[in-house]
């Protein structure tokens, strides 16, 4: 398009690169976190679950952190409630995502079953990257949906390659993991009040680690959030505006939006 | 069936239901200034304490370990606005590396 416009700057791509970087982001995330899924799958058996269960978990289910709960507590001798119970614990901060999430995803039908079941830290923190609701909606897809790809290819290559497989942090994927969470997490700190928020949330998270059950001190953590937020506003820290990206790319808009 | 089986499935829908709830809150109180202060401010203090677990948890202790190398390596990476692709990678490798040299 020959449009008289100015070129932009280096650092800020056209809204339509921005969207082929998120989704190229959400592929990344999906194989960075897909691949976690195979200690899942060997420690599922490991534990004394079947591959079928394993992959019930990961196929329905659908939340790393509640699915390792689940296991710990079977592999360690608990009782199938007391499972149960310790990944329900853990899946509560994925109704928080969805508080958060809900202006930016299209409702009902089968797209809203779908938008729930993808909800959980991955592409709840990859649509929180984005600036406007095209950016969120393609992180939150594309991250939700290679996740789910990967995820469940490799529970069901842990599950049947079993004790064969070496430990992923062998490779680094734990390390990875945490990479990827300051990666996003990076963009957001822009501001001075962002970045207490994360730091205090760290804090406390890591504070409550040898005092609450697992779950729980993420989400001890979210209360950060909660009294950030009730604080009476002393700037315009978090006016509507304050995720708005600054840069010239808002001339570029109408190219895009069709 | 087994009682194992029986404590997957449910546990399983349970959590669909848990993702489910969140997008029920109706729109308007979403929209009051309060809350949706506090729905912008929550990515950032969720991810802060991942950040946190993730690095430096295991289990119910605070363990410091390679991982902590890594994600050093990708908050440089990060300051030298490397891709993402780039920092993911560039904290496996560290911790993998060190590992395997038997450091951490």
């Known amino acids: 398009?020959?449009?008289?416009?100015?070129?932009?700057?280096?650092?800020?791509?056209?809204?339509?690169?921005?969207?082929?970087?998120?989704?190229?982001?959400?592929?990344?995330?999906?194989?960075?976190?897909?691949?976690?899924?195979?200690?899942?799958?060997?420690?599922?058996?490991?534990?004394?679950?079947?591959?079928?269960?394993?992959?019930?978990?990961?196929?329905?289910?659908?939340?790393?952190?509640?699915?390792?709960?689940?296991?710990?507590?079977?592999?360690?001798?608990?009782?199938?409630?007391?499972?149960?119970?310790?990944?329900?614990?853990?899946?509560?901060r994925?109704?928080?995502?969805?508080?958060?999430?809900?202006?930016?995803?299209?409702?009902?039908?089968?797209?809203?079953?779908?938008?729930?079941?993808?909800?959980?830290?991955?592409?709840?923190?990859?649509?929180?990257?984005?600036?406007?609701?095209?950016?969120?909606r393609a992180g939150f897809w594309s991250a939700g949906v290679w996740v789910f790809v990967f995820w469940n290819l490799f529970t069901l290559a842990g599950a049947l390659a079993g004790q064969h497989i070496a430990d992923p942090s062998a490779w680094g994927l734990d390390a990875a993991a945490a990479g990827a969470?300051?990666?996003?997490?990076?963009?957001?700190?822009?501001?001075?009040?962002?970045?207490?928020?994360?730091?205090?949330?760290?804090?406390?998270?890591?504070?409550?680690?040898?005092l609450l059950p697992a779950g729980l001190p993420v989400l001890a953590a979210a209360l950060v959030a909660v009294a950030a937020g009730l604080l009476p506003a002393r700037s315009a820290a978090a006016g509507p505006s304050s995720d708005e990206d600054p840069g010239p790319q808002a001339a570029d808009d109408q190219e895009v939006r069709r | 069936m087994s009682l194992l089986w029986v404590a997957v499935i449910a546990a399983s829908v349970l959590s669909f239901v848990q993702k489910w709830i969140g997008y029920q809150a109706p729109q308007d109180v979403l929209e009051r200034p309060r809350i949706s202060r506090i729905t912008r401010l929550l990515p950032i203090a969720l991810l802060g304490a991942l950040v946190a677990t993730q690095t430096a948890t295991s289990g119910a202790e605070i363990v410091l370990d390679a991982r902590l190398a890594g994600l050093g390596v990708a908050i440089?990476?990060?300051?030298?606005?490397?891709?993402?692709?780039?920092?993911?990678?560039?904290?496996?490798?560290?911790?993998?590396?060190?590992?395997?040299?038997?450091w951490a």
Do not use: K
């Open chain 1, 1 to 92: 398009m020959a449009a008289p416009s100015p070129a932009p700057p280096p650092h800020a791509p056209s809204p339509a690169a921005r969207l082929r970087t998120i989704r190229r982001t959400g592929l990344s995330i999906g194989l960075a976190t897909g691949l976690y899924g195979i200690s899942f799958g060997a420690l599922a058996t490991a534990s004394g679950l079947d591959p079928w269960q394993a992959m019930v978990l990961s196929a329905v289910m659908f939340t790393g952190g509640s699915q390792f709960a689940f296991v710990g507590v079977v592999g360690g001798g608990g009782s199938a409630l007391g499972a149960a119970l310790a990944s329900l614990l853990l899946g509560i």
């Open chain 1, 94 to 136: 994925n109704t928080l995502y969805g508080l958060v999430l809900a202006p930016s995803l299209p409702r009902g039908g089968l797209r809203g079953a779908a938008r729930a079941h993808l909800t959980i830290d991955e592409s709840a923190a990859l649509a929180a990257s984005g600036s406007d609701d095209e950016e969120r």
């Open chain 1, 181 to 210: 969470f300051i990666a996003l997490l990076w963009p957001r700190l822009r501001r001075g009040d962002a970045v207490v928020i994360a730091v205090a949330a760290a804090f406390v998270a890591l504070v409550t680690t040898p």
């Open chain 2, 76 to 102: 440089v990476l990060l300051v030298l606005r490397a891709p993402f692709l780039v920092v993911v990678i560039g904290a496996a490798v560290t911790a993998a590396g060190l590992r395997a040299l038997g």
